[in-house]
């Protein structure tokens, strides 16, 4: 069992930047763990996964803006997200489970409870 905290998240103008922050209960280390957004109206997607520090992938949308990185020694997992956009407004959350790690995947057994991001223009 894993339970993931998160924290961070906000309200902030287009342009601005936010972390989220993602705390689990025990080493993740081998895990894949991605950070996942749910917009009102529209399909929850993953907008960037990792496993471990040496491996990450990214939703085109968010590329070159969004960073997820992890603190082992803290069982932290980060997404730090600049240059927001309005369209960028979601609720987002963090996931992890064991297995196959790649961004399509949508099945994890770990959630974290979810955190709100709004950007205005």
């Known amino acids: 069992q894993v339970q993931l905290v998160q924290s961070g998240g906000g309200s902030v103008q287009a342009g601005g930047s936010l972390r989220l922050s993602c705390v689990a209960s025990r080493f993740t280390g081998s895990y894949c763990m991605a950070w996942f957004r749910q917009a009102p109206g529209k399909e929850r997607e993953a907008v960037a996964v990792?496993?471990?520090?040496?491996?990450?992938t990214y939703a085109t949308s968010v590329k070159g803006r969004f960073t997820i990185s992890q603190d082992m020694g803290k069982n932290t997992l980060y997404l730090d997200m600049n240059s927001l956009k309005p369209e960028d407004t979601a609720m987002y959350y963090c996931?992890?489970?064991?297995?196959?790690?790649?961004?399509?995947?949508?099945?994890?057994?770990?959630w974290g409870q979810g955190t709100q991001v709004t950007v205005s223009s």
């Open positions: 990792t496993r471990g520090t040496d491996w990450q």
């Open positions: 996931a992890a489970d064991r297995g196959v790690c790649y961004l399509e995947r949508v099945e994890y057994n770990y």
